[in-house]
């Protein structure tokens, strides 16, 4: 099937429309993956830059050995205080004993 002069000057103008068309829609694909791509590079400049969290097993180690830490020092408090107890109540007793009070004569 040939092309006859009058279609020819029917489908010139429609090949430069679907040219620029074309062309529209290929500008349009290149300046999404340029976005896509700045966007990709500034996520990874964040995730560099950020402090990354902790997984929750990790926390839950350190809940743990603060947990016996606190266990561990219940019982030195404890013992600090009757210490503490038994000094006053040795002071207590040697206050009122025998050689409390010295008596000096001139």
Do not use: C
Request: net charge positive.
């Amino acid at each position: 099937m040939s092309i006859r002069p009058v279609d020819y000057q029917i489908l010139m103008p429609k090949v430069n429309e679907m040219a620029k068309i074309q062309n529209s829609d290929q500008q349009k694909q290149v300046g999404h993956l340029q976005l896509q791509a700045e966007n990709s590079i500034e996520q990874a400049d964040r995730n560099i830059k950020s402090v990354h969290s902790r997984r929750e097993t990790e926390k839950t180690v350190i809940n743990e050995k603060q947990q016996e830490r606190k266990n561990n020092s219940k019982p030195k408090q404890e013992d600090e205080e009757k210490k503490q107890k038994q000094k006053k109540e040795t002071i207590s007793v040697k206050k009122g004993g025998i050689g409390s009070n010295i008596d000096i004569r001139l």
